[in-house]
């Protein structure tokens, strides 16, 4: 039982630091971050569009943060490494961003999502799943959902723990709108089964 409490400590942990350096490196474009806890440090890997925005000058910003982290969440010994998003429409949380940024602009849900599965399946991904769920329509409709996928994505199992996934609000002035964005990277291996080339249906290739 104290064994099992402590991996949920751990996990509340982890979640806990992920929605603060989420909230504090949104300027940096941060898209997500890894935690790996050994028995000397706790190295935190953290992945964003501006490497520089989190250092600072002379490392001001990174030092801060590390500190932070420490004090605030109890963090033997925390170590932050900084990496460059090498495609970011590979990020679920920036693509995320993106199709909130035009949903609040008013462009059509519909062809908003497909044109941004079909951006993702080109750049490599395996497989993409977008669900947006809200006020999809103008002023007075009634709540709606649209799930568009294509490709490969596990829903049950220790393989979704392959699957990048991240969510986030839009607030158009009609009513908030959730989007979901669920991507298998290039390269996963899966124990039960080998991914082939991924075929784009012609009603997103037209999107």
């Given amino acids: 039982m104290a064994i099992e409490r402590k991996f949920i400590d751990n996990a509340i942990v982890k979640l806990k630091i992920s929605n603060y350096l989420k909230k504090e490196l949104v300027r940096a474009g941060f898209s997500r971050v890894e935690i790996q806890k050994t028995p000397v440090l706790t190295r935190i890997t953290v992945y964003v569009l501006s490497p520089g925005k989190v250092i600072g000058r002379g490392g001001s910003t990174i030092d801060t943060l590390t500190e932070t982290i420490r ?14 998003v090498e495609n970011k429409m590979l990020e679920p949380l920036l693509v995320a961003r993106d199709i909130c940024e035009k949903f609040e602009r008013g462009l059509n849900a519909r062809k908003i999502i497909q044109f941004a599965l079909r951006i993702i399946i080109e750049n490599g991904a395996l497989g993409a799943e977008i669900i947006a769920s809200g006020k999809l329509k103008a002023k007075g409709a009634k709540k709606s959902q649209i799930r568009k996928s294509i490709g490969y994505i596990p829903k049950a199992g220790n393989v979704t723990e ?46």
């Fill in 71 to 84: 004090k605030n969440f109890a963090v033997n010994n925390p170590q932050i490494n900084v990496m460059e």
């Fill in 162 to 207: 392959l699957v990048r996934e991240a969510s986030v609000t839009a607030y158009p002035k009609y009513g908030a709108i959730g989007v979901k964005v669920r991507i298998v990277p290039p390269g996963t291996k899966f124990p039960d089964r080998e991914i082939g080339k991924i075929e784009i249906p012609k009603a997103i290739l037209n999107a």
